[in-house]
């Protein structure tokens, strides 16, 4: 035995080492298998909920016009919904940093169905209000930004090292979210709400909960940010929201996210007039989600391609294609009278919405430190989607003002100055290229 053994003595630890890489390999095929599987779990669960924020998207509006048939009143529904980017936001990201972030993603499904559900009663029960109605829609969007920045650091932890992992994962959540919350859920949530008003919000509300039970079935090694768990909160505020400003690349993104956002925000609160108008595209309460819906139809197209796109064009690129096109979308739609114009307008706006929308999140995940994740996401969104209840108040005001084609034309024209000012910065970028 003993000269045998030592005839060969390289062979023991060759075949050592084989058996650890062996072992090392499988560990990882696990890891990765186990990765995938959360992804599609996290991917599913967004494209439930999707299709309840678009029943929702459609609802809210139609609810706030049959309350009060008036540009005022969506303009203030729409307002407070939006204004948790202003006030809630920055808190948001302190504190999902130094949370786990399935514990996040759960919570805030269930309370998002809990708060609709009290919707739901005070439909049955004719106690609806605008104020109960804003309130809600100001509940509901709190919950939805915990959730956006706990979803991204998520898919963060989950395609770690990956970055076309990441982007694909990126790409298939914005086409997901588009089908769910442009293409089916509104058209069904407007036809359900000719039925009954309380219908598309209880749906709504059992996709949350539905989204709930599969992301608590989520296996992720992601734990608390331990250099930010002790931190007080009105610090880690101020580290995410200073790093974005002085990233040149991020804060331009910001900034024209959020004009973006702004003049969006102007004209759908009139869009939904104007399309129920006579003098507009004549569309009933039931059509108008099929209008929403057209915004869908190239986001869904969008998302697959976007990866790819990406690649090629380059973010700088993408970024200013899809402005000049939404930047066309408005006039187009206030100078028709034909709905499938006005649709087919729509269709370009949803495509260059996703663009910039996975553009923008993989810009995010790979520009920003891990710890700060969270904290960035919502600085971002709090410029981005903070502009939101301004435009929807603006948008308000203009309709008194210059008329519902008017209102259109001058969001148009909002976004343009900023493209004009702000592009170029983001064009002489060698960080995003």
């Known amino acids: ?134 309130a809600g829609a100001f509940l ?118 959020g004009i973006a956002n702004l003049t969006t925000n102007c004209a759908m609160v009139v869009l939904v007039l104007y399309a129920v108008d006579s003098d507009g595209l004549g569309l009933s309460a039931a059509r108008y989600g099929l209008l929403i819906a057209a915004l869908a139809v190239g986001g869904v197209v969008a998302g697959p391609l976007a990866p790819r796109v990406l690649r090629r064009w380059g973010a700088r690129n993408l970024v200013a294609g899809s402005l000049v096109a939404r930047i066309l979308v408005w006039p187009t739609i206030a100078l028709t009278h034909q709905p499938v114009v006005a649709g087919l307008a729509l269709v370009v706006a949803g495509f260059a919405s996703t663009f910039v929308t996975v553009t923008v999140t993989s810009a995010r995940q790979q520009l920003s430190p891990r710890p700060l994740l969270g904290r960035v996401v919502t600085a971002f969104r709090t410029i981005g989607n903070g502009a939101a209840p301004l435009g929807a108040l603006i948008g308000g005001v203009l309709a008194h003002v210059v008329g519902l084609r008017g209102t259109l034309v001058a969001a148009s024209a909002i976004l343009a100055i900023a493209a004009i000012v702000l592009l170029p910065y983001l064009m002489r970028s060698r960080t995003l290229r």
């Open 1 to 134: 035995m003993g000269a045998h053994g030592s005839g060969h003595p390289e062979r023991l630890p060759e075949a050592c080492r084989h058996l650890m890489t062996s072992v090392e390999g499988a560990g990882h095929q696990q890891v990765q298998t186990r990765a995938a599987r959360s992804r599609r779990l996290v991917l599913t669960a967004s494209g439930v909920s999707s299709l309840g924020d678009g029943m929702w998207t459609a609802s809210v509006p139609l609810a706030a016009v049959a309350i009060d048939h008036s540009a005022s009143a969506v303009a203030v529904v729409s307002a407070i919904a939006l204004l948790p980017w202003l006030v809630v936001a920055p808190v948001a990201g302190a504190f999902v940093d130094r949370w786990p972030t399935k514990p996040v993603l759960v919570l805030s499904d269930l309370l998002r169905a809990l708060v609709i559900a009290a919707l739901v009663a005070t439909f049955l029960t004719h106690s609806i209000t605008i104020p109960i109605l804003a």
């Open 140 to 257: 509901v969007v709190s919950g939805w930004i915990f959730h956006g920045a706990a979803q991204q650091s998520l898919v963060a932890d989950l395609t770690d090292g990956d970055p076309a992992s990441r982007d694909t994962t990126n790409a298939r959540m914005s086409s997901l979210d588009v089908a769910g919350g442009s293409l089916i859920g509104p058209p069904v949530g407007s036809a359900a709400f000719a039925a009954g008003a309380w219908l598309p919000f209880l749906a709504d509300a059992l996709s949350f909960a539905f989204s709930a039970a599969l992301l608590a079935t989520v296996r992720s090694e992601s734990k608390p940010q331990a250099t930010s768990r002790h931190e007080p909160v009105r610090r880690a505020i101020r580290a995410g929201g200073a790093f974005l400003l002085r990233h040149r690349e991020l804060r331009t993104l910001a900034l024209l996210t």
